[in-house]
């Protein structure tokens, strides 16, 4: 056992006075749903019992944290239950899963990363914490740090992608977004990262399976983003569902104190995801549920996140025969409570309804929104500069596809606070920019796609619309192709709904779902130029829109003023600028895939591993085109050769050529020629968001330091920096060109 925590005289006090049994309830979260109207039947039952079964806990006193009250009222109402149940006041901590906004919706996380733009990613959080904190939530389940590079796992939008480096960036800012300068600041929230750790690479990308996750893979590329949000302070932790190479993550003694407090410093506490604590009995793993608490707590949870009849009420009969040290009990109560303190709670346990209400109106987060809508979006073809549309010289418009005028669909998954009444639709945006201009069609095309198998979410009644039953497919085709005939351009939207991707929405391949792809191919039939909207959560089969539609925008699931800032991009109010993430593959059967692989036999024939189809991506890492065009000049290094421990300085010119002002993504890319293990060809090193005048150009500066050079060889199993030769590459995208060379020893 390791004691990082932190000593108050008040902690002092309060664990002195504690009974054992209270002791207990503070490491317990309840979920606690009030189910909206119109959930759906079917409702599973031990769900729709628990208010009344956690109100009778609060009561008595034992309950540390809720999950999902998002109501001020009910947050208030649950608080003083909660504090008039224990004699020392303890408050609770409300917990919610704060993805990517609360009212006002941001972009889906993925498509933050796509930005590229740290400050806007802190800015998003910021807003989300700042409307959560209003309504009484201290605690968001975010942000999602897996690494992910198999599209198949839902999870991917989550996510940052496939970069520990980018992933890395982005997490760091997500944790400042969140809790601010530091934990317990005004207006702002605890991080929770997640879900250490592994997750991402679910075995055949379904969802909870397994992960067999090599050490180096484990070093170099998962933890990352974990340690950059530890170091960025981040309160929480949560504990991930699947086995780690073999044994429940949250179960792990290795992994949640070895690896989380010894050598990643972490210094907060440990929430298990939900129910993970009892599925330790499920993986084959506990004996029962009493084995599955007592091993989850020694292993380093000091939280459980229960549904109902959490595992942890055993620990009052483990800490009695000795089973669970009280010490470590102690220590998880005191992280708990250094974080209520940290809050205010108990200075200030209660919200200021109305001033929630106003929180949650207030229009600078709409504004936030969209900005980071805009910013999020990634041109990925723009062929014959197609893009973007001229809003003055277009007569007629038609908008088509079935994720074209869906509300639900704008804001993505997670989110459950949402106000669709303010939710801006593409074809609503469209509509909007072009009022007085040019007339705009709104066509449908095909019935909405369905999952096969329901999502989660359903019997809450958060679905995506469905086609209706008389829906008759013939003549909503039909009436796309008239509609894209009579049309100066046609925007097609298309992609996923939002309950096709996210949390238990794996897909065992990547086509546009329906009948999306024969909507697309009618309507590109007609001769009339066509733009393809995507909306989508991670890279789609999209081979022949790639080849025979000229102009290509993928907006993610943008958020509520997703219509407005998608039609400012085509129309050129603004340009985009993002990047992908993640390498984009041409067809499931090549996933996974990501940029960073290492050189093997045979490399001639590398792009050709499979003989029926390239083995190279659709776009590569980190593509992304804009409304302007950049040149690299050579790139230049500053020393030829560094000690072990020396930096270099890469700088590179980077050219504007087009007339208009523009922001380039610039990517330094770095590969190690030889030494203790084989490097990947190149990995994502360095980058910086530039803004460059047109015909203008800016010198972009990267230090390649010990930092950027280090990694985790399973030769030696510990961390190396070897002295060998570098090359580099800097550019817009994982196929840079610019290169030089050094020498590090
Ligand atoms: C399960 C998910 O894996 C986790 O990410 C989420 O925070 C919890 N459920 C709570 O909703």
């Known amino acids: 056992?390791?004691?990082?925590?932190?000593?108050?005289?008040?902690?002092?006090?309060?664990?002195?006075?504690?009974?054992?049994?209270?002791?207990?309830?503070?490491?317990?979260?309840?979920?606690?749903?009030?189910?909206?109207?119109?959930?759906?039947?079917?409702?599973?039952?031990?769900?729709?019992?628990?208010?009344?079964?956690?109100?009778?806990?609060?009561?008595?006193?034992?309950?540390?944290s809720l999950l999902f009250v998002t109501d001020p009222a009910e947050t208030n109402?649950?608080?003083?239950?909660?504090?008039?149940?224990?004699?020392?006041?303890?408050?609770?901590?409300?917990?919610?899963?704060?993805?990517?906004?609360?009212?006002?919706?941001?972009?889906?996380?993925?498509?933050?990363?796509?930005?590229?733009?740290?400050?806007t990613i802190e800015r998003a959080q910021t807003v989300a914490a700042r409307e959560a904190r209003a309504v009484g939530i201290h605690w968001a389940f975010a942000p999602m740090v897996d690494i992910a590079r198999d599209a198949r796992w839902g999870r991917i939008i989550e996510g940052a992608g496939e970069d520990p480096l980018l992933g890395s960036v982005v997490a760091a800012a997500q944790v400042r977004?969140?809790?601010?300068?530091?934990?317990?600041?005004?207006?702002?929230?605890?991080?929770?990262?997640?879900?250490?750790?592994?997750?991402?690479?679910?075995?055949?990308?379904?969802?909870?399976?397994?992960?067999?996750?090599?050490?180096?893979?484990?070093?170099?590329?998962?933890?990352?983003?974990?340690?950059?949000a530890i170091d960025a302070g981040a309160g929480n932790i949560m504990s991930a569902y699947m086995d780690l190479n073999g044994v429940p993550a949250s179960g792990n003694h290795w992994l949640l104190t070895e690896v989380l407090r010894d050598a990643l410093g972490f210094e907060g506490f440990v929430v298990t995801d939900a129910n993970a604590a009892k599925d330790l009995e499920t993986h084959h793993f506990a004996a029962d549920a009493a084995d599955a608490a007592v091993r989850a707590l020694n292993a380093g949870v000091d939280m459980e996140m229960g549904i109902f009849q959490p595992a942890f009420a055993n620990l009052i009969e483990a800490i009695?025969?000795?089973?669970?040290?009280?010490?470590?009990?102690?220590?998880?109560?005191?992280?708990?409570?250094?974080?209520k303190e940290k809050l205010?709670?108990?200075?200030?346990?209660?919200?200021?309804?109305?001033?929630?209400?106003?929180?949650?109106?207030?229009?600078?987060?709409?504004?936030?929104?969209?900005?980071?809508?805009e910013r999020s979006a990634v041109l990925l073809r723009n062929e014959g500069g197609i893009l973007p549309l001229d809003p003055d010289s277009l007569g007629s418009v038609a908008v088509i596809g079935p994720l074209a005028t869906s509300q639900r669909d704008t804001l993505g998954p997670w989110v459950f606070d949402f106000d669709l009444g303010e939710t801006v639709t593409i074809a609503e945006g469209i509509a909007t920019r072009l009022a007085g201009k040019a007339s705009v069609v709104v066509e449908q095309g095909v019935a909405e796609p369905k999952r096969t198998f329901p999502s989660m979410f359903e019997q809450f009644g958060d679905t995506s619309p469905?086609?209706?039953?008389?829906?008759?497919?013939?003549?909503?085709?039909?009436?796309?192709?008239?509609?894209?005939?009579?049309?100066?351009?046609?925007?097609?939207?298309?992609?996923?709904?939002?309950?096709?991707?996210?949390?238990?929405?794996?897909?065992s391949d990547l086509s546009l779902p329906g009948d999306q792809q024969r909507l697309l191919e009618a309507v590109v039939a007609t001769g009339t130029r066509v733009v393809l909207v995507l909306m989508?959560?991670?890279?789609?089969?999209?081979?022949?829109?790639?080849?025979?539609?000229?102009?290509?925008?993928?907006?993610?699931?943008?958020?509520?003023?997703?219509?407005?800032?998608?039609?400012?991009?085509?129309?050129?109010?603004?340009?985009?600028?993002?990047?992908?993430?993640?390498?984009?593959?041409?067809?499931?059967?090549?996933?996974?895939?990501?940029?960073?692989?290492?050189?093997?036999?045979?490399?001639?024939?590398?792009?050709?591993?499979?003989?029926?189809?390239?083995?190279?991506?659709?776009?590569?890492?980190?593509?992304?085109?804009?409304?302007?065009?950049?040149?690299?000049?050579?790139?230049?290094?500053?020393?030829?050769?560094?000690?072990?421990?020396?930096?270099?300085?890469?700088?590179?010119?980077?050219?504007?050529?087009?007339?208009?002002?523009?922001?380039e993504v610039v990517q330094l890319y770095l590969h190690q020629r030889f030494g203790t293990s084989s490097r990947p060809l190149r990995q994502l090193a360095a980058f910086e968001r530039v803004e460059i005048a047109a015909g203008q150009t800016e010198t972009v500066a990267f230090r390649i330091g010990p930092d950027e050079r280090r990694y985790w060889s399973a030769a030696t199993r510990d961390w190396v920096l070897d002295a060998t030769v570098f090359d580099v590459w800097v550019g817009g995208d994982a196929n840079a060109q610019a290169h030089a060379e050094f020498t590090v020893g």
């Open 1 to 64: 056992m390791t004691d990082t925590t932190e000593r108050t005289a008040r902690i002092d006090d309060l664990l002195a006075r504690m009974t054992t049994k209270q002791k207990v309830g503070q490491l317990i979260q309840y979920f606690y749903f009030s189910l909206p109207a119109g959930a759906g039947e079917g409702i599973d039952p031990f769900i729709s019992r628990q208010p009344q079964a956690v109100e009778a806990a609060l009561a008595e006193g034992v309950v540390g």
């Open 77 to 119: 109402r649950l608080q003083k239950l909660a504090i008039e149940g224990n004699e020392h006041g303890i408050p609770l901590l409300f917990g919610f899963d704060v993805i990517h906004g609360l009212r006002t919706i941001f972009p889906v996380p993925i498509a933050l990363a796509a930005s590229w733009d740290a400050d």
């Open 177 to 228: 977004g969140f809790q601010g300068e530091e934990l317990g600041a005004s207006e702002h929230i605890v991080a929770g990262p997640k879900h250490f750790a592994g997750y991402g690479a679910a075995l055949g990308g379904r969802d909870y399976d397994e992960v067999d996750l090599s050490d180096q893979e484990f070093w170099n590329t998962c933890l990352p983003p974990f340690k950059a």
């Open 320 to 339: 009695d025969d000795g089973r669970v040290d009280t010490a470590r009990v102690d220590e998880a109560v005191r992280r708990i409570l250094v974080v």
């Open 344 to 373: 205010g709670l108990f200075e200030q346990p209660y919200v200021d309804e109305a001033d929630a209400r106003r929180v949650l109106a207030d229009p600078a987060h709409r504004d936030e929104a969209q900005r980071a809508a």
């Open 466 to 507: 469905s086609a209706p039953a008389d829906f008759d497919a013939d003549a909503a085709l039909d009436r796309a192709v008239r509609a894209a005939t009579d049309a100066d351009v046609a925007i097609v939207v298309l992609g996923e709904q939002q309950d096709m991707i996210g949390e238990n929405a794996s897909r």
């Open 536 to 663: 989508n959560g991670r890279p789609l089969d999209i081979r022949w829109a790639a080849e025979n539609v000229p102009g290509i925008l993928d907006v993610w699931y943008p958020g509520t003023r997703g219509g407005s800032a998608v039609a400012s991009l085509l129309f050129g109010d603004t340009a985009p600028a993002g990047k992908l993430p993640f390498t984009w593959p041409r067809t499931v059967g090549q996933v996974p895939i990501h940029h960073a692989i290492t050189r093997s036999h045979a490399p001639q024939n590398q792009d050709k591993r499979y003989w029926n189809e390239e083995s190279t991506p659709l776009f590569p890492f980190g593509h992304g085109l804009g409304y302007t065009s950049f040149e690299y000049a050579e790139v230049r290094v500053d020393a030829e050769r560094v000690g072990l421990d020396g930096t270099v300085t890469v700088s590179v010119d980077v050219a504007n050529t087009g007339d208009r002002d523009g922001v």
